[in-house]
DNA sequence: CAGTACGTACAGTTTTTTCTGTACGCGTTA
DNA sequence: TAACGCGTACAGAAAAAACTGTACGTACTG
């Protein structure tokens, strides 16, 4: 076996890798190996480049890379004179993998939140409510209990993820053991 | 509206919501509503219970709890005298994060250490091959640096779940702000 | 030792997601 | 202003997944 050939292997191994990592995550398996194909690509990459890269449809790739855009894994690059929009992906582990979750859990906390407040007043006024009827009155304020302790679950799950955008998790658990 | 059906939903948005939440991990919605369900039942429920609950198959409860399960979002309660498998949801959501999580990102890490450890090895034996073309050559030297952090990544995120797991966390980032 | 209850493997169906090709709007070029 | 190149919306096809019902192995029950 030739050097290329040594070589396109070695990658491939790792893409595939990447591609079933992120796919843990819910992300598909195409979007992960075009991250990967960008990871180890030296520069940006255009859609068509990577369509070939690929073998895929460049519609396919032009709402992959969208997909990897809003993970932040990949920027959008400019270069003069070159009219295509290029892409490249972002090589920091560190800056992805806080990136990837900030925005995930940012995304949970707000929808949870959002619906366990409204909820949480709801089962309030029935608690309060004379007439509720007894069984229903119990059931309720068991659940204001769990309401409340999940509450506080996000607001800790907040401040984990300030830590990370901050840079300061860092401070704890640092880069270099 | 009677106190009853305001309680059903209360809990039906939360739920939802909860499903949703999960559901961003890739995580099914199905699988997302039965933990929901059973995060609101007072006791354990058997599978014709969740069935009767969701609506849904017997074999669909039991293919979503065993998913459950091995995220060690419910367990398996023994009751005496009862002959079906109960399960319950695990109540406490820093545990759920840290089980969730530290399963996943140890998953992950495991996938891909090992692939690149493999690729990493390949790499070196070209570079110092003297008869690899010295394009693959100067490319294969860029793969090993770019593996090399990642695997120092990988390091970090080791570190990471090992102070989720240790509770140790808490330490940095307190339960009670 | 039947008979019954339970959980799940498996195959088939339905639903959802992913992928592709065509068509179009926009901006650049000639 | 016409012609071209680019990215993407959209509709349909292909692939994958979720879900169900049946059937079966195992373990209790009488």
Chains 1, 2 share one sequence.
């Not at 890798?17 to 940006?44: C, D, H, K, W």
């Amino acid at each position: 076996m030739n050097g290329e050939k040594k070589l396109e292997h070695a990658r491939e191994r790792v893409i595939e890798a990447i591609s079933q990592n992120m796919n843990l995550y819910g992300v598909t398996e195409s979007i992960g190996r075009l991250y990967g194909a960008l990871y180890f690509q030296e520069g940006p990459l255009t859609l068509d480049e990577m369509k070939d890269e690929l073998g895929m449809s460049k519609t396919s790739m032009s709402t992959s890379v969208r997909s990897l855009l809003e993970l932040k894994m990949v920027g959008k690059v400019w270069k003069k004179g070159v009219r295509k929009d290029l892409y490249q992906a972002e090589p920091d582990w560190y800056q992805t993998f806080i990136d990837f979750f900030s925005i995930k859990w940012r995304t949970g906390i707000s929808i949870n939140v959002s619906a366990m407040e409204k909820s949480l007043a709801e089962l309030q006024s029935l608690v309060e409510d004379e007439g509720t009827d007894s069984k229903v009155h119990a059931e309720a304020k068991q659940d204001i209990e769990k309401l409340t302790d999940a509450l506080e679950y996000y607001d800790w799950l907040n401040r984990l993820v300030d830590s990370f955008e901050s840079k300061e998790i860092f401070n704890y658990i640092p880069k270099n053991s």
